[in-house]
Nanobody, 117 residues
């Protein structure tokens, strides 16, 4: 079992920055990749960014160049640095972990990010 707890959400004006954190507990040694997803009002949940245990990263096109995902394996924590925020980034952001060996997904409870114009 792995538990994920997000923090760092809030309200910011367009052009501003926020940093989200995702702290993992439990059997965190089973975590392979960690990532972030988001769900905007009235829309389906979508992929934002992912980082593997080796540090390889991938981003969704709408956030590429503005968001940076990182990971501190010693602290079992992943981060999402969000810069140049836009109103369309407004969503609930969820932390995700892909677990060894079967690829099972664990999810956090979500944290709200609101960007005003």
């Amino acid at each position: 079992q792995v538990q994920l707890v997000e923090s760092g959400g809030g309200s910011v004006q367009a052009g501003g920055s926020l940093r989200l954190s995702c702290a993992a507990s439990g059997n965190s040694n089973s975590i392979n990749a960690m990532g972030w997803y988001r769900r905007a009002p009235g829309k389906q949940r979508e992929f934002v960014a992912i980082i593997t245990s080796g540090g390889t990263t991938n981003y969704a096109d709408p956030v590429s160049g503005r968001f940076t995902i990182s990971r501190d394996n010693a602290k079992n924590t992943a981060y999402l640095q969000m810069d140049s925020l836009k109103p369309e980034d407004t969503a609930v952001y969820y932390c995700n972990a892909v677990l060894r060996p079967w690829g099972i997904n664990a999810w956090g409870q979500g944290t709200q990010v609101t960007v005003s114009s």
